[in-house]
């Protein structure tokens, strides 16, 4: 097993990798709740998809409240409170990092993707009620999981995404950024090695165009 602490980009595409659960968000396993901060590669977590998948990879970075690093704009995290999405969905209250997609099934994503149900940006669904946008106040760790297979990770009844670069990413990089990034992922040895995603990734303004046209 390998801890290493690296430093890199601060860059959309790098801070993604790290940024979904905030510290304390319990994560279902197959040994029963366990905090995000807590995991370990090789953990089993309970999946959407059925079953559990083995975590081969924890990613953390801190996020920090504004104007305490010069130059560095202050990252949202989001809270959404209990049952925004449905009875228990989530409970308790789930506060999310920046970068964290949520796990929707619509019928409407079809045609955006080809499948029934797609990954949308937790920030996309902000209404300022039951999911509100929040302003960190002190410095907050926050985590990602890389899974065996990508994969929909059970999280206080809501499922959320687990890290996947997406299958673009390759092309927006150069030879140099590219084996930057890759470097961060030492169970890795290209962007094939990640697998296919389970479900199709939407952007704020794709969920946003096709939820409300």
């Known amino acids: 097993m390998e801890f290493a602490t690296r430093v890199a980009p601060a860059i959309s595409q790098f801070e993604e990798a790290f940024s979904a659960f905030a ?28 079953g559990s998948e083995r975590v081969t990879w924890v990613g953390s970075m801190t996020i920090f409240p504004p104007n305490a690093v010069s130059g560095i704009e202050p990252a949202l995290m989001t809270r959404v409170t ?14 999310l990092g920046p970068r964290a997609r949520i796990l929707l099934r619509d019928d409407r994503f079809q045609a955006a993707t080809g499948m029934a149900s797609a990954y949308a940006p937790a920030a996309a669904f902000v209404d300022g009620v039951s999911i509100v946008e929040v302003t960190p106040i002190a410095p907050v760790p926050v985590y990602h999981l890389v899974l065996e297979r990508h994969g929909s ?20 990089m150069d030879t140099q950024l590219a084996s930057l990034f890759l470097a961060l992922f030492p169970q890795v040895k290209g962007f094939a090695d990640f697998g296919r995603v389970a479900h199709g990734q939407l952007s704020m303004a794709e969920m946003e165009r096709v939820l409300y046209g």
């Open 82 to 95: 209990a049952d925004a999405f449905g009875l228990g969905r989530p409970n308790p209250d789930l506060v």
């Open 23 to 50: 510290r304390g968000t319990v994560v279902q396993t197959e040994d029963g709740p366990v905090a995000i901060e807590d995991l370990m590669p090789g953990t089993r977590v309970q999946t959407a998809e059925g």
């Open 153 to 172: 990770i059970r999280a206080a009844g809501l499922e959320v995404e687990s890290y996947h670069p997406g299958s673009g990413i390759a092309e927006m």
